[in-house]
């Protein structure tokens, strides 16, 4: 466990189950699962990764920014808060650094040692003035 400031959230239910948190197999999730697999499957598909053009002219097309956590590192952050927490309850876990979502990309396609190929696609009209560009 790391001294970083958190910065993403998952939820621990009375009995232990974690909500908000990426997680393997999420196929069955559909457009609402991980940004890595979606990402994966439009390069293997296509060779091209489609990312969200940007509404704000403080973020570049691509630059909107997450703090990505994975399951795997979580388990030592629940054993701490379960010896000293108690309870079921809301919890903040992250890197303490945020990544864009072209470097997100930019890091799928030299892992399956591909040309970066993005393509900038329009945000859905409902989501544009609530969209949360930084988390």
């Known amino acids: 466990m790391t001294n970083h400031q958190p910065?993403?959230?998952?939820?621990?239910?009375?009995?232990?189950r974690l909500f908000f948190l990426y997680l393997p197999n999420e196929a069955h999730k559909g457009a609402q699962r991980s940004v890595v697999p979606q990402v994966f499957e439009q390069i293997e598909a296509n060779g091209v990764a489609r990312?969200?053009?940007s509404y704000r002219a403080d973020y570049p097309d691509g630059g909107q920014q997450r703090d990505f956590v994975w399951a795997g590192d979580c388990p030592d952050v629940m054993r701490w808060a379960l010896?000293?927490?108690g309870g079921s309850g809301l919890f903040n876990l992250g890197t303490g650094e945020a990544r864009s979502f072209d470097g997100l990309a930019q890091a799928v396609f030299v892992a399956l040692d591909r040309e970066v190929s993005v393509h900038y696609i329009d945000m859905p009209?409902?989501?544009q003035d609530r969209y949360q560009y930084y988390t």
């Open 83 to 85: 010896e000293h927490v």
């Open 51 to 53: 990312r969200f053009k």
């Open 7 to 16: 910065s993403s959230t998952f939820l621990v239910d009375e009995k232990g």
């Open 125 to 127: 009209e409902g989501l």
